[in-house]
């Protein structure tokens, strides 16, 4: 009997938009010759099953299951893909754990830690792992924009340190653009970043580790025509060329995959992650680690699974039966 497949996608951030188009192109790709895939819409307190655009069933919280034609259907896996919270951050994971239903991602500790910037990089900065230097606000706090200049220098970088997909970021040049800046980021989260400027070209590196085998993806050169890669670049079509293998050595792909491989490792990841980078004067300096990354049909993790030769329906296989048998 084939298992049933959730790919649950949704989430009650803002990155809630690219989560819609992420989870229809894993949907699409899950081998259904091999299982039954279901739409799993989570917003809010809010669970649907959905077929063809439209709800179809309540999910049962208690044990994930729901009621279709006469019949209990119980879900056997999750593939998540849902950026930001509550799919990206941990707690969704909790409770799949609690349930002891398999699931694709991080952990509920890896997702915690790596869903928090800060946190995350300050681990990692006791692994001697190369990076900007940032100051954390919490919400409503005083900012006094004067000693953060003067600590880390303009321009910085200031985002949301709980968010992805670029939204709430800005790069700030001048003194009297910080403290906009840093309001900008708490719409997003309750903790504002800010951050050095590191100058150079980004890099991404995907991979994911199996039980028995692991795949490190081809590097990804990310060149924005907007001044950085905000939300705009990342997904209005022909704003970032994409390209997949980089412009780099042979030497810098294999540095640039190993750092890569390091932190999946160290932050104790699971399934299939990215990890971004900016290349400075011969050194990737890291920037942030993606446990849930997008998967829309041109997103970069698809394109570096192409660019390897492989597909992700055959991907996806690989990372379903490596949970379920």
Not at 126 to 134: E, G, H, R, T, V
Not at 244 to 272: F, M, V, W
Request: proline share 4%; hydrophobic share 40%; charged share 20%.
């Amino acid at each position: 009997m084939k298992k049933n497949i959730a790919v649950v996608y949704g989430g009650d951030s803002s990155e809630y938009v690219v989560s819609v188009q992420s989870g229809k192109n894993v949907y699409q790709n899950i081998d259904q010759e091999q299982f039954n895939p279901w739409l799993v819409e989570m917003k809010n307190s809010t669970w649907s099953v959905m077929l063809e655009g439209q709800k179809i069933a309540d999910v049962d919280k208690g044990n994930f299951s729901f009621t279709f034609g006469g019949q209990t259907v119980k879900f056997d896996f999750a593939y998540i893909i849902i950026h930001g919270t509550p799919g990206e951050d941990g707690i969704l994971q909790g409770y799949f754990e609690l349930l002891k239903v398999p699931y694709s991602t991080c952990g509920v500790h890896a997702s915690s830690l790596t869903f928090n910037k800060y946190f995350c990089s300050n681990y990692l900065r006791n692994f001697d792992i190369p990076m900007a230097k940032s100051a954390r606000l919490m919400k409503g706090t005083a900012i006094d924009a004067d000693l953060l200049v003067s600590r880390l220098k303009l321009p910085v970088f200031v985002k949301p340190n709980a968010g992805g997909s670029s939204f709430g970021v800005t790069k700030v040049k001048t003194l009297d653009e910080v403290v906009p800046a840093i309001e900008k980021a708490w719409i997003e989260s309750d903790e504002a970043l800010v951050e050095e400027f590191i100058e150079g070209k980004e890099f991404t590196c995907g991979l994911v580790k199996l039980k028995n085998e692991t795949f490190i993806f081809p590097v990804t050169e990310v060149v924005p025509k907007n001044e950085f890669f905000d939300f705009e670049a990342k997904y209005t079509a022909g704003m970032t060329d994409e390209i997949t293998p980089a412009r780099i050595s042979d030497e810098l792909t294999h540095t640039i995959q190993q750092l890569a491989s390091r932190i999946y490792d160290l932050c104790n990841c699971k399934g299939i992650v990215r990890v971004d980078f900016i290349l400075r004067d011969g050194q990737f300096y890291f920037l942030e680690v993606n446990t849930t990354p997008g998967m829309t049909a041109t997103s970069f993790i698809p394109q570096q699974i192409a660019a390897m030769g492989q597909n992700l329906k055959e991907m996806l296989t690989l990372i379903i039966l490596d949970e379920i048998g």
